[in-house]
Structures are given as structure tokens and as C-alpha cells.
């Protein structure tokens, strides 16, 4: 047991993953890697490293792969030691999750009706107290861990729902939930709205929501009426506004660096920078900088 205030962490990972097809027709977006570590191997250390005791995925029938991922394979692992691979089975020993139905937990959303309909499928699954919300194609390097830190802050004598916030271009808006902020203290900004997806003309401030979120438990039952908003789908954001006035909204402006890895871009910048950071791959990127300069001088 952690103590934690926040206990339960939900992973919607039930999405189509359209923006990285061809890669993402046979294996889950999820699972797709940052150099030989997928993405919801990140977001699973992030919550562990949070002290959340329970994690419930939100998958799909089709993604079974991301369940193989996650949990043990005490099969694999006596194969590779068989072959004196040792350091690997224990590495895959270290990064599953063991535990129980108490500490996991799979539930299936059978239709992608969007981001809140996925964690209104968790509801009969979670723990007593606020939830985290993980979207494990946003990727958050460094700091102490993005939830780590938005535990720390969380107060729902403030704010009973937190947003991770970050800064981005007016013409970005229309890409993301878009806090409108009545006042900031410290690394918390107050909100006294949110809009999914706004025109950028008329988008209320430039402080987009990512993928990390601290929701009062008063979320679920708002969930379960809540009609489809943008692009057809049930959204979070929309029910997130819709309790503002009694349970409070306030983002959060988190140390480390998120990378959009539901995209192309994201995933190379990702790749790039965890590269970058490990000697093992000098030679290649000393390879591959010369040549931007080369072409540019043709
Ligand atoms: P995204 O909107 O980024 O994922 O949702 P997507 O729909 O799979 O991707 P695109 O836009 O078609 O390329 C963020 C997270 O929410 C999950 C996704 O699996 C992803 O982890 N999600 C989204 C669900 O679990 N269910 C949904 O109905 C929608």
C-alpha cells in the first residue's frame, strides 16, 4: 500500500491509431517502440513510479498483443535463461506486472467512441478516490515523472480535476483540449473552462491539455450522460467543462518534455532524443548530422 491519495490509474488504449497506419493496423499503437521500449512500458513506469496500486487498461478484442506485453511471462523468461540469457528474463521480469486482480486489471471497450467513453468503462474497476488518466501515446521524459509531480500538486480542495498543461503555437489549438484560465499560481493554472478542438481565432488561451489527468471521481457519473461532442466521439474534455462550477478545474505546468508519439513527428523527435542521450548510438547520429549540411550544399 502507498498511502497515495490517488490509487487508481486508467490507461485508454482501445483507439484506432488511423494517423500511424500502415504501422498501426497489426500492432497496437501502444505497442509501438522509442527504440526498444514501448510506449506503455513509459507510461506503466510512470505509474508505478507514482505509487498507483491498481492500473486498469481500457483495450479492445483486437489488441490482445498489449496484454501479452504487460503482463509476466514466466515462459519466455525460463526459455531465454535456458540460453543463459539471464539479464534479459530479468529485465522482462522487472517491467511486467505481476500482481493480481487487485493491482490489474483489462476491461474492453468494443467500439472507439472516444476518449471519455473509455474511461467510463472503467468505472466498476476503479478504487475508491480521485483517478489518473494515462494516454500512453504522450510521451513525458524527464522531471520527477509528470504524474509523480501532478500527485504532488493535486489539492480537490482547489481543483477536484487536473490537466496536464503545456504551451503551445494559437495554430496548434485546433489539435487540443484548450484551457481557458482565469488566474496562475505557481505551476497551477485555474480554469473556468475547457474547449475540445477550438478554432484557433477564437481558442481561449494557448494552454493545451496532454495526456495526463487527476479526475474527481464525480467523473464517472457525469460520463454516463454525456452526448458526443467533436468528431462524434464522447469526450473527455466535455465532461470535464460540464462540472467545472462544482468540482473545479486547474492545469498543470509539468517539468519534463512531452513528445507526441500518436504521430509521426512525435515518435521521431522521441526516438532522436532518448537517442541522443545514450552513448550507444554516437556513431550513429554522428553519421547521420553531416548529411542535412551535405544536402544543403548541392
Ligand atoms: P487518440 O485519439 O490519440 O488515439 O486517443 P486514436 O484514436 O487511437 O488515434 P488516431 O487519432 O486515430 O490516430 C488517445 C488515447 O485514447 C485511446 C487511444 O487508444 C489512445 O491511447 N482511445 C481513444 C480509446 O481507448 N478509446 C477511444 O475511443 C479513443
Not at 509476466?72 to 523468461?77: M, V
Not at 487487485?102 to 473509455?118: I, N, T
Amino acid at each position: 500500500m502507498s498511502g497515495n491519495k490517488v490509487k487508481t490509474a486508467i490507461f485508454p488504449v482501445a483507439g484506432m491509431g488511423t494517423r500511424f497506419l500502415p504501422a498501426t493496423k497489426a500492432v497496437p499503437k501502444e505497442l509501438l517502440s522509442v527504440i526498444d521500449t514501448p510506449l506503455i512500458q513509459f507510461a506503466i513506469d510512470e505509474a508505478r513510479a507514482a505509487g498507483i496500486e491498481r492500473m486498469v487498461f481500457v483495450s479492445h478484442p483486437s489488441k490482445s498483443a498489449i496484454e501479452r506485453h504487460v503482463r509476466d511471462d514466466a515462459g519466455l523468461r525460463a526459455s531465454l535463461c535456458a540460453k543463459g540469457k539471464h539479464d534479459i528474463a530479468a529485465q522482462l521480469e522487472s517491467a511486467a506486472l505481476h500482481g493480481g486482480d487487485d493491482a490489474v486489471r483489462f476491461v474492453m471497450q468494443d467500439k472507439p467512441l472516444g476518449l471519455g467513453h473509455a474511461v467510463s468503462c472503467a468505472r466498476d474497476h476503479v478504487l475508491d478516490g480521485p483517478v489518473a488518466v494515462i494516454l500512453p501515446d504522450d510521451l513525458i521524459l524527464g522531471g520527477r515523472g509528470c504524474l509523480t509531480e501532478m500527485i504532488a500538486a493535486y489539492d480537490p480542495s482547489v481543483a477536484g480535476h487536473l490537466v496536464a498543461t503545456m504551451e503551445v503555437a494559437r495554430e496548434e489549438t485546433k489539435s487540443y483540449g484548450v484551457l481557458d484560465v482565469a488566474d496562475t499560481v505557481g505551476d497551477l493554472l485555474h480554469a473556468r473552462g475547457i474547449v475540445e478542438k477550438p478554432d484557433p481565432k477564437v481558442a481561449p488561451s494557448c494552454f493545451a491539455v496532454v495526456g495526463r489527468y487527476i479526475l474527481d471521481p464525480a467523473i464517472f457519473a457525469r460520463l454516463a450522460h454525456q452526448t458526443p461532442g467533436a468528431g462524434g466521439e464522447i469526450q473527455l474534455t466535455d465532461a470535464i467543462a460540464h462540472d467545472i462550477g462544482t468540482v473545479g478545474l486547474a492545469g498543470f505546468g509539468f517539468a519534463g518534455t512531452r513528445f507526441d508519439c500518436g504521430s509521426k513527428a512525435g515518435m521521431l523527435r522521441a526516438t532522436l532524443h532518448l537517442a541522443m542521450q545514450d552513448p550507444e548510438f554516437d556513431d550513429v547520429l554522428a553519421e547521420i548530422a553531416p548529411r542535412p549540411l551535405a544536402m544543403a550544399a548541392e
